[in-house]
T-cell receptor
Framework: NAGVTQTPKFQVLKTGQSMTLQCAQD?????MSWYRQDPGMGLRLIHY???????DQGEVPNGYNVSRSTTEDFPLRLLSAAPSQTSVYFC????????????FGPGTRLTVL | AQKVTQAQTEISVVEKEDVTLDCVYE???????LFWYKQPPSGELVFLIR??????QNEISGRYSWNFQKSTSSFNFTITASQVVDSAVYFC???????????????FGTGTRLTIIP
């Protein structure tokens, strides 16, 4: 099992550019989520999904879109990048039942100039 | 609203000393889960422990131990005989789940950076 994988590991964007952060898991987990990590703020939930075709907003969803067309993949899209979106992004997954902890990907470090 | 407080921003101890990382949480739910994650300098998040609100038994895993006290809403983490490899940022997290759905709000504390001095 590869677990949770994320690509790219590093990315530099210019303000206004768009891009998609990829996330995939091979554990057949129903639940997937995206977090951003900023200094001194812990991790904050951006969006999550409880299964293919179902997504919902987390704590800081503005500026981000997600979709879940398959169980395995949960991409995060930045439509028009802003410097405030400079952060480290983590994708995570877990099964729905029985409840367990979330498994995190290695992260993507994004810089928006 | 749920909240996790890790008041210790940074801690430094000399190798082989014991160290305790504090975690205090707030929740209105009677059913919740508490977690500790480790983030080493390489950046990944490593799961350490999960504890549900109905299980107040303390847990020991090697040099790691956790003390869960509902009366004080605390879930503290102790490393005994610390080693340089323990140097990392440690996050405490709280999950309130909506019953019969997958909706979950996992709230992280701001983390404690632990440095073990050789």
């Amino acid at each position: 099992n590869a677990g949770v994988t994320q690509t790219p590991k590093f990315q530099v964007l210019k303000t206004g550019q768009s891009m998609t952060l990829q996330c995939a898991q091979d554990m057949n987990h129903e639940y997937m989520s995206w977090y951003r990590q900023d200094p001194g703020m812990g991790l904050r939930l951006i969006h999550y999904s409880v299964g293919a075709g179902i997504t919902d907003q987390g704590e800081v969803p503005n500026g981000y879109n997600v979709s879940r067309s398959t169980t395995e993949d949960f991409p995060l899209r930045l439509l028009s990048a802003a410097p405030s979106q400079t952060s480290v992004y983590f994708c995570a997954s877990r099964r729905l039942a029985p409840y367990n902890e979330q498994f995190f990907g290695p992260g993507t470090r994004l810089t928006v100039l | 609203a749920q909240k996790v407080t890790q008041a210790q921003t940074e801690i430094s101890v000399v190798e082989k000393e014991d160290v305790t990382l504090d975690c205090v949480y707030e929740t209105r739910d009677t059913t919740y889960y508490l977690f500790w994650y480790k983030q080493p300098p390489s950046g990944e998040l490593v799961f350490l422990i999960r504890r549900n609100s109905f299980d107040e038994q303390n847990e020991i895993s090697g040099r790691y131990s956790w003390n869960f006290q509902k009366s004080t809403s605390s879930f503290n983490f102790t490393i005994t005989a610390s080693q340089v490899v323990d140097s990392a940022v440690y996050f405490c997290a709280l999950s309130e789940r909506q019953h019969n759905s997958g909706n979950e709000k996992l709230t992280f504390g701001t983390g404690t950076r632990l440095t073990i001095i050789p």
